[in-house]
C-alpha cells in the first residue's frame, strides 16, 4: 500500500495579538498515512486533535513543517505551501472534512446540500438528483425531512447528512473530527456502520474520537494526544 | 508545480490617490501619514499597492472597515475611478493581454458592456430610477449593440423572471419598488450581457433580514448556475462566510491578509483580522 498522507515536523501556535498571547497547539507531531487506512487520534480536549485535521485541511496555518499528500490531480503535494486555488480544488475532489457540526449554507435543503456536492463534481443534474435519492434513503433520512432545511434537523440526523454530503463526493482522504460527539447509542452504531462502509469502499479516514470504546477494534492504528504531543502510538488489529 | 489554472481578472500593484502628494508622503509610507491620510498636504491613500486574481467561477470577498478602500478598488475596477497607477488584465479582453487601465475610455466602455458587471451598494448609481424596470435592462442591452425589440424584450423578461421580479411589474420604474427589488433589478441589469465578472459594492447592506437573504439566495444560485466569477464587498463576515471561497481583508488602503474563507475566520493572523473576527456577534 502506497502513503497518502505523511506529516512531518508539524507545529502549530495560535498567535493572539489582541490578548498578547501565544498557544501552542501541536508539537512536532509526524504521522503516516497508507492508502485505505482508518488511522485514529484520541486524547482529552483541547490536546489538540481537531487543529491536526484544521492543518491538514487548510483551515489552519502552517508555520512549521509539512504535509505531504499523494493528489490524484498535482501528484505529491505539501499542504501545508499548497496555494488557495489547489486547496479548493482538492477540498471539492479529494478530501472531505466531517465534523459534529454541519456547515450548510442557510435556506438549502437537504436535498439541494447533496445534489449540489455532486453536481460540484462535474456531474449533471438529472444524474445527480437520482444519486442524491439513492444517498438520503441509505442514510436512513426519513423522506419528510429531504426538502426541509438541516437547521431544524436533530443532532444525528444533520451528522448523518454531514456524512452523506462527504460521501457522494468519494473523497480519497476524508478527515472525521469528533463525528460522534453528542449522538446516542443508536445514532453511534449508525455512523459506525457507514464508516465501516467507508472502510470496505477503500477511503483512507483520520478520525478524532472522544471514546475509545466506540473506535478500539475498528482503527487500524491509534494515537494518542497529550498537550499538543503524542504520547505513544499503539497499533490495533482490525477485528 | 505549473499554474493549473488562469485567472479570469487579475490586479497587480493598483494605487489610488486623492490629492497631488507632498515630498513629506511620498510613495505612501512616511510618518507624517496618519493612518492613509497625509497630514501635511491632505493626501488620501485610498488603494495602496493592491494586488489579486480573480479565478473561474469562484467568489472573491474583500474585507474591512469603513474607509479601508474597498468600493474604491471596486469603483477602479469598474473605471468610475481613474487609478494612480497599476495593471489589470482580463481574460475575456485581449486575451489578458493588456493592461485594461491603459485603454481609451471607448475601450473601457466596451469592457464595462461586455466583460464585466456592477452592482451599487446605492442602487441610485446603477438603475436609472425614472426609466422602467425592463428599459433599464434594455439601456445596457442597446449599450451592447442590440437592436432587436423582440430579442430585447423577452431576454429583459427573463432576466427579471430570474431575480423573482413579477412580470407584470417589469414596465414599472425602480422607484416605485423596495429597496430589496431594487438591488434584484441591479443584478438582473448587471447579468444581461452574460459577463463573466460581476462586482457586487455592499449589495445585501442597509437591507432588512429576510430580503438580504433573499438577495444573498439569489446570488448564490446565480452564481452556481452561470458560473460567473465575482468579487464581493463586504463589511459583513456573514455575508463573507456564505458566499466567498477566499477572501482578502483591506486596512488603510491595503491588503493586509488574504487566505480561504474558512482560514480567515477561524485563524486570522493579523492583529485587525483578529479583532474584526472576534467582534462578530
Redesign the interface.
Known amino acids: 500500500m502506497e502513503t497518502l498522507l505523511e506529516i512531518r515536523d508539524l507545529s502549530k501556535t495560535?498567535?493572539?495579538?489582541?490578548l498578547g498571547k501565544q498557544i501552542h497547539a501541536v508539537s512536532s507531531v509526524g504521522i503516516s498515512l497508507r492508502e485505505g487506512e482508518f488511522v485514529g487520534i484520541t486524547g482529552k480536549s483541547g490536546s489538540g486533535k481537531s487543529t491536526i485535521l484544521?492543518c491538514i485541511y487548510?483551515?489552519?496555518?502552517i508555520q512549521h513543517g509539512s504535509i505531504w499528500y499523494h493528489s490524484k490531480?498535482?501528484g505529491k503535494?505539501n499542504l501545508a505551501q499548497a496555494s488557495?486555488?489547489?486547496?479548493?480544488?482538492l477540498r471539492k475532489h479529494e478530501i472531505g472534512y466531517v465534523s459534529q457540526f454541519l456547515s450548510a449554507?442557510?435556506?438549502t435543503t437537504a436535498r439541494q446540500l447533496v445534489q449540489?456536492a455532486i453536481?460540484e463534481m462535474g456531474e449533471d443534474q438529472e444524474f445527480a438528483a437520482e444519486e442524491t435519492e439513492k444517498i438520503l434513503a441509505h442514510f436512513e433520512l426519513d423522506e419528510e425531512l429531504w426538502d426541509s432545511y438541516p437547521a431544524t434537523f436533530s443532532g444525528g440526523e444533520k451528522l448523518r447528512l454531514n456524512i452523506a454530503r462527504a460521501m457522494v463526493k468519494k473523497p480519497r482522504l476524508l478527515l472525521l473530527d469528533e463525528p460522534t460527539a453528542s449522538l446516542d447509542h443508536d445514532s453511534k452504531l449508525k455512523v459506525r456502520e457507514l464508516i465501516e462502509q467507508l472502510m470496505k469502499q477503500g477511503t483512507t479516514m483520520l478520525g478524532i474520537f472522544h471514546d475509545l470504546e466506540f473506535m478500539n477494534n475498528l482503527c487500524d492504528r491509534e494515537y494518542n494526544m497529550q498537550n499538543g504531543v503524542f504520547s505513544h502510538a499503539a497499533t490495533f488489529t482490525n477485528s | 508545480m505549473a499554474v493549473f489554472e488562469v485567472p479570469v481578472l487579475s490586479i497587480k500593484n493598483l494605487n489610488k490617490q486623492y490629492g497631488p502628494g507632498c515630498s513629506q508622503c511620498k510613495g505612501g509610507e512616511s510618518a507624517y501619514l496618519v493612518k492613509n491620510y497625509c497630514q501635511v498636504c491632505g493626501t488620501v491613500y485610498a488603494c495602496r499597492d493592491v494586488s489579486f486574481d480573480v479565478f473561474p467561477g469562484e467568489v472573491l470577498g474583500i474585507v474591512g472597515e469603513s474607509g479601508s478602500g474597498k468600493s474604491t478598488l471596486m469603483q477602479c475596477l469598474y473605471f468610475d475611478q481613474e487609478v494612480s497607477a497599476g495593471e489589470a488584465y482580463l481574460a475575456d479582453y485581449e486575451n489578458g493581454m493588456k493592461n485594461l487601465f491603459q485603454e481609451s475610455s471607448q475601450q473601457q466602455r466596451y469592457i464595462r458592456n461586455h466583460v464585466m458587471g456592477k452592482v451599487y451598494q446605492n442602487p441610485i448609481l446603477g438603475l436609472k430610477m425614472n426609466f422602467s424596470s425592463i428599459g433599464n435592462i434594455a439601456e445596457n442591452l442597446i449599450a451592447a449593440g442590440s437592436r432587436d425589440v423582440g430579442m430585447m424584450e423577452g431576454k429583459g423578461t427573463a432576466l427579471l423572471n430570474k431575480v423573482n421580479i413579477p412580470v407584470h411589474r417589469r414596465k414599472e420604474a425602480p422607484k416605485n419598488f423596495s429597496g430589496g427589488m431594487q438591488q434584484r433589478v441591479q443584478i438582473a441589469k448587471a447579468l444581461s450581457n452574460n459577463p463573466p465578472l460581476l462586482l457586487l459594492d455592499e449589495v445585501t447592506t442597509g437591507l432588512d433580514l429576510s430580503v438580504q437573504a433573499s438577495v444573498l439566495d439569489l446570488i448564490k444560485n446565480l452564481q452556481r448556475e452561470l458560473n460567473i466569477s465575482i468579487v464581493l464587498v463586504s463589511h459583513d463576515l456573514g455575508v463573507i462566510r456564505m458566499l466567498a471561497d477566499r477572501t482578502l481583508v483591506m486596512l488603510e488602503g491595503k491588503v493586509i491578509e488574504q487566505g480561504l474563507t474558512d482560514q480567515i475566520l477561524e485563524d486570522p493572523q493579523h492583529p485587525y483580522t483578529q479583532q474584526l473576527v472576534h467582534s462578530l456577534l
Open positions: 495560535f498567535e493572539l495579538h489582541n484544521k487548510g483551515t489552519y496555518r490531480r498535482f503535494i488557495e486555488r489547489e486547496m479548493l480544488y449554507m442557510p435556506r449540489q453536481v
